[in-house]
């Protein structure tokens, strides 16, 4: 679902050339912003902490972090507007989609608009697990412990793939329930579980790999295409990718999977301004964050790879343009994009005005006309079932 690296122009190379503080003098900014993350020392959040100093320093302007322990507590403070931009993951397609949580009669399709996403060196999206498990390999992991987020989709659908990768689901293996990501670490040290979703870089992998039990992450081998065929029928849009970097991660690099992350996103109503001056601010000051927290160097305008299936927001694509970045032929995915929320957000519409208040008999009714709002509309439909 993500395009080949976008092709960066002869207009990006002359914004990189020219003085940067002459133009971040046009950087405006409210005083105030606010972006949401997982909890305080995960990567999502300290990438966020080391924006927010450089935007302090810079321009002045106080970039308040709220940490979220799962995928609705990330994404709730953007639908009640008291946060511009969340540091998301996939939930941002999940909550596009309205499926898992987000197909919830609370929630249904939001109107998500991507910003600017990190694609860093060496991380890798990794079932970690307590090296005291036993589970060399993701055929392991049968029968072993592993922990389920609840309200994070993005999280359970990670772990879920690498089930799928190993020919198993989650029937076989026990499953944890735990509130929050945070709480689910705690969940490894204290022998309460054996295995979670995590990226490799995360600072909260420091507190596993001190703690009596270890740390490690199976690989997820290249060669195997069986194998990376189921896992891409849950989530197509992870890659292949080498790890080098995470406490744990064998010196010469393994093999394992990724994903953009985070994902900066946000609202369709958030001011085209506001967005623009982020962007800009994110790209031009690159160099004073990139190295502030592991995973920062994912940020740069050089590293992005445009989405195919979510859509962009006004201001991001004004920049993008501006700069020479915005991909030949990107516009008509950004149509394409945004006629898929529009079918999503009308289908959803029609159907909760006589839809059945039974939980699961709710679920089943919107999953089918999903799927017929999105066939008649010659959109692929992607998630049939959850």
């Known amino acids: 679902m993500i395009s ?204 596993i790999a001190a703690s009596p039990r270890g740390i490690f992450y199976p690989t997820v081998p290249h060669n195997d295409e069986a194998g990376w065929k189921r896992l891409k029928d849950v989530v197509p849009w992870y890659e292949k990718a080498i790890a080098t970097e995470g406490i744990g991660i064998k010196k010469e690099g393994q093999e394992m999977a990724n994903v953009a992350y985070p994902v900066l996103a946000t609202m369709d109503r958030t001011a085209e301004d506001t967005v623009y001056n982020m962007i800009k601010a994110m790209h031009l000051y690159y160099d004073e964050y990139k190295a502030s927290a592991p995973g920062g160097n994912g940020w740069d305008m050089k590293r992005q790879k445009f989405s195919q299936f979510v859509p962009y927001h006004p201001g991001a694509v004004k920049y993008y343009k501006e700069i020479g970045a915005w991909p030949a032929g990107q516009d008509a995915v950004q149509q394409r994009t945004l006629a898929r929320q529009k079918a999503l957000i009308d289908a959803w519409a029609a159907y909760v005005k006589s839809a059945p208040s039974d939980k699961e008999a709710f679920k089943q009714g919107w999953v089918k006309a999903r799927a017929e709002a999105l066939k008649a509309k010659s959109q692929s439909v992607v998630f049939d079932t959850w």
């Open 4 to 207: 080949r690296r976008a092709v960066i122009g002869t207009g990006l190379c002359l914004a990189l050339a020219a003085p940067i503080a002459a133009q971040a003098k046009d950087i405006k900014l409210p005083g105030t912003l606010v972006w949401t993350a997982y909890d305080v020392g995960s990567s999502g959040y300290a990438q966020a902490v080391g924006v927010g100093s450089v935007l302090k320093n810079k321009i002045g302007t106080n970039l308040r972090v709220l940490p979220g322990k799962n995928d609705v507590s990330r994404l709730a403070p953007l639908r009640e507007n008291t946060a511009q931009f969340t540091a998301t993951g996939s939930d941002s397609i999940y909550a596009q989609e309205a499926v898992f949580t987000f197909g919830e009669k609370e929630w249904g399709p939001q109107p998500i608009r991507l910003v600017l996403l990190n694609y860093s060196d060496g991380a890798a999206v990794a079932l970690a697990t307590a090296a005291d498990a036993g589970i060399k390999t993701l055929q392991d992991v049968k029968g072993k412990r592993v922990a389920w987020i609840r309200g994070a989709p993005a999280l359970n659908q990670a772990v879920t793939c690498m089930l799928a990768f190993a020919g198993l689901t989650w029937n076989d293996v026990k499953k944890v329930e735990f509130g929050g990501h945070g709480p689910a670490v705690e969940g490894i040290i204290n022998n309460e579980v054996d295995a979670f979703n995590n990226a490799t870089f995360s600072a909260l992998n420091q507190k």
